[in-house]
């Protein structure tokens, strides 16, 4: 059986403008390469965000579902919210309302996983 793989968290800067984005983008960029990268993207601190921001979540959500992996958002500021949800890119993503909830999410689809496939198994 396969082991579990860490979640990491990562705060997502003030200022999601196109230096900004960019940073971030090159900050995150070795965690989105790694063999099924499970990654929260914590908001909270967000008080622009601005279409270079949006591009680099998107690509980063990209990089990460290309390694088998994930990007889920957590802790939107209310600026976030707002703009995420103005261009319709909140659809994309899975948000939560912690990091802790995000992160809990990836463990809980394993074991339902294998349930249902249990039951499966018993039901032939």
Do not use: W
């Not at 997502?12 to 230096?19: A, I, K, S």
């Not at 971030?24 to 909270?44: E, H, K």
């Not at 998107?58 to 958002?73: E, W």
């Amino acid at each position: 059986m396969e082991t579990s793989r860490p979640v990491l968290v990562k705060r997502v800067p003030e200022h999601m403008n196109q230096r900004e984005a960019q940073r971030f983008l090159a900050d995150v960029r070795p965690l989105l390469t790694a063999d099924r990268p499970q990654l929260v993207f914590d908001l909270s601190q967000v008080r622009q965000l601005d279409v270079a921001g949006i591009e680099v979540l998107m690509q980063c959500m990209s990089m990460a579902m290309r390694k088998d992996g994930d990007l889920k958002l957590a802790s939107l500021s209310d600026h976030a919210a707002v703009v995420l949800e103005l261009t319709r890119t909140d659809r994309l993503f899975e948000i939560y309302d912690t990091s802790t909830d995000a992160a809990r999410s990836y463990s809980s689809f394993l074991p339902n996983t294998l349930r249902r496939q249990n039951q499966m198994r018993l039901a032939a």
